[in-house]
């Protein structure tokens, strides 16, 4: 985990950097928002190692911006692993807390570990909840890589949680976007759109197009996705990247020749690691 650290004075960022062997490095982000009543966005990914340890890790990070019992609400924003790591972990430690989800988050959740239906609130994109200092609306993002997915825009603080949308995978960890340089920021972006939504390239552009000037309609202060370091006022910038995506040379996985070329490499360099000790 990445220390946590503050994007705004009511929101802090949680964040872990995931490796991708052979591409680069994928942020998973988590979000407090302090408002009247305190929102947790997502819940840490179960992926920095063995499972047990996670969790501990993820709590250890959010105890250091918020005590979970304050929390009011826990916004998923689908059911992914890296989306809903901690959730039940949570719910033990914020026994006042209420999870905003969708009906098909719920259903997924209820294949492995069901969530108590009693604390389930559930809201549509484009409904709105009121969480007393500001008002927080569901989004359906222009990609995904889920069917339950729900971002959500904060009348407050005008940012736009975009979930898996205009994620990037990246070289290097950053602080922010805009710290990226602007081709790389845009080759990971579209490395990461061919990944996490392939049916992009089967899209119709005229009603991606739409899609995406759903977002530009909001006028969003910031794009805090759960696969992007923090972008203010870079709105144009990301959805001219997203806008790209579905004539992208679509992302082709290794096959069998290369994993096993890979995994001769990986011993190789083992044997010649032991071979120097």
């Known amino acids: 985990m990445e220390r946590p650290c503050s994007i705004t004075p009511d929101i802090d960022i949680l964040t872990v950097y995931f490796p991708l062997a052979g591409f680069g490095q994928l942020p998973i982000n988590a979000f407090v928002i302090k408002g009247e009543q305190p929102v947790l966005v997502d819940t840490g990914a179960p992926l920095d190692g063995d499972a047990g340890d996670a969790v501990p890790r993820f709590m250890s990070a959010l105890q250091q911006v918020i005590d979970p019992a304050e929390l009011k609400w826990i916004w998923l924003t689908h059911a992914d692993p890296d989306h809903v790591g901690s959730v039940h972990r949570i719910l033990e430690e914020a026994p006042n807390a209420r999870i905003v989800t969708t009906f098909l988050t719920v259903g997924r ?12 609130y559930l809201l549509n994109p484009g409904q709105s909840l009121d969480i007393g200092d500001r008002t927080l609306t569901s989004v359906r993002p222009p990609s995904f890589d889920a ?7 904060d009348s407050k603080s005008r940012a736009f949680f975009s979930s898996d949308c205009f994620g990037a995978i990246l070289e290097r ?6 710290d990226i340089p602007s081709s790389d920021l845009e080759a990971g972006q579209l490395l990461w759109a ?6 992009l390239h089967k899209v119709n552009e005229s009603a991606f197009a739409a899609s995406l000037n759903q977002v530009r309609k909001m006028e969003p202060e910031m794009i805090l996705g759960s696969h992007l370091p923090p972008a203010r006022r870079m709105t144009e910038q ?3 990247s997203l806008a790209a995506a579905p004539t ?3 992302f082709v996985g290794p ?8 995994m001769a490499q990986l011993t190789g360099d083992h044997a010649g690691e032991r071979a120097t000790a």
């Open 173 to 178: 960890p950053a602080r922010g976007a805009d």
């Open 147 to 153: 069917a339950d997915t729900a971002g959500l825009f």
């Open 248 to 250: 992208a040379t679509p």
């Open 255 to 262: 096959d069998q020749a290369a994993l096993q070329l890979m």
């Open 109 to 120: 959740m209820s294949l492995y570990r069901p969530l108590p239906l009693e604390r389930v």
């Open 194 to 199: 061919t990944i996490d939504a392939p049916w």
């Open 238 to 240: 990301l959805l001219r």
